[in-house]
């Protein structure tokens, strides 16, 4: 079992930064993959940035330039900094992390934007 849990949301003015982070603990080797994803009120999960294991960091396109995806392997922990935020990007945020066959989800953080 993997258990992932998220942290570092908040509120946020227009413009402003934060960085999430995503901490993972129980059976963590073999993680082959990991991931961000967020999901507005009313509106679909949407895929955010993905880290594989040694390799490419990848983004969806309205988000690449204004957040990074990163890893510290020491303490098992993904994060990710965004910057510029925007009203558009207020949404719960994900972590996500595949393993084998099985995908593991945490409780997500609210990330909101808001004058």
């Known amino acids: 079992q993997l258990q992932l849990v998220e942290s570092g949301g908040g509120l946020v003015q227009p413009g402003g930064s934060l960085r999430l982070s995503c901490a993972a603990s129980?059976?963590?080797?073999?993680?082959?993959?990991m991931r961000w994803y967020r999901q507005a009120p009313g509106k679909e999960r949407e895929w955010v940035a993905s880290?594989?294991?040694?390799?490419?960091?990848s983004y969806a396109a309205s988000m690449k330039g204004r957040f990074t995806i990163s890893t510290d392997s020491a303490k098992n922990t993904i994060y990710l900094q965004m910057h510029s935020l925007q009203p558009e990007d207020t949404a719960v945020y994900y972590c996500?992390?595949?393993?084998?066959?099985?995908?593991?989800w945490g409780q997500g953080t609210q990330v909101t934007v808001s004058a």
């Open positions: 880290i594989t294991n040694g390799g490419p960091r």
């Open positions: 996500y992390a595949a393993k084998g066959a099985f995908e593991y």
């Open positions: 129980g059976s963590i080797f073999s993680i082959n993959a």
